[in-house]
């Protein structure tokens, strides 16, 4: 059996080499999909990402954004952005981003950003629904062998974030962030809540007198 003629099973790691992982990348019938590839295992996520997915996604980058600005911290973000070191790893996290001395690295017109030439992003979200455990488990190891400095993840069912600080090929528990000027993760945690019950805008208000509070 080989992986280029049979059907992929969605959000499986499954074993494959370099090659075949690239072939499947640069399939269309996958076009849609999240590719990882770990340790000479690939995992392609196919799922529809429904409305709490894309909500919580939603505002935890509206969140960083205004964060940001407010705080004077330099920072481009990626929605969904490859990130590959050729022959040994590739992640597609829901969010990343380029903090500091590093918001400018990636030029304009770059498509995949490849770690070989590139930095590695500072801070990795991954939004998790139905991904929990991977999210935890393998891709908190592929990110930390990629060298980013933090990594959220978002747990949308309990509307908590677990934070991580990676040095040294290895990470341990935050909650509150270290690239960016010590934001509570407790408070986006608090904008996670509000949003089941109130609409976007008015979160969002509520995110820049909080912030606001704090210059």
């Not at 690939?42 to 940001?68: C, F, K, Q, V, W």
Request: hydrophobic residues 35%; glycine residues 4%; proline residues 3%.
């Amino acid at each position: 059996m080989t992986l280029l003629t049979t059907k992929i099973t969605s959000d499986k790691w499954i074993d494959a080499n370099w090659h075949e992982f690239m072939q499947l990348a640069e399939n269309p019938d996958y076009e849609k999909g999240k590719f990882y590839y770990y340790q000479g295992r690939l995992r392609i996520e196919m799922s529809p990402l429904g409305n709490d997915h894309s909500r919580d996604h939603s505002i935890i980058n509206t969140a960083i954004n205004i964060y940001s600005a407010l705080k004077k911290i330099d920072l481009n973000a990626n929605d969904n952005c490859s990130y590959r070191k050729t022959g040994y790893q590739e992640a597609q996290p829901d969010l990343s981003y380029y903090i500091g001395d590093t918001a400018s690295a990636i030029p304009y017109g770059t498509s995949i950003i490849k770690l070989d030439k590139f930095p590695p992003p500072t801070l990795v979200i991954e939004i998790a629904n139905f991904s929990l455990k991977d999210d935890q488990g393998e891709k908190r190891l592929l990110y930390e062998e990629l060298g980013v400095k933090e990594y959220w993840i978002v747990d949308v069912k309990k509307g908590e974030i677990i934070a991580f600080k990676i040095e040294n090929q290895g990470s341990y528990r935050i909650r509150e962030s270290l690239v960016l000027s010590q934001l509570k993760l407790s408070l986006l945690e608090e904008a996670l809540k509000m949003t089941r019950q109130i609409n976007h805008s008015q979160v969002t208000a509520w995110l820049l007198e909080k912030f606001s509070q704090n210059n």
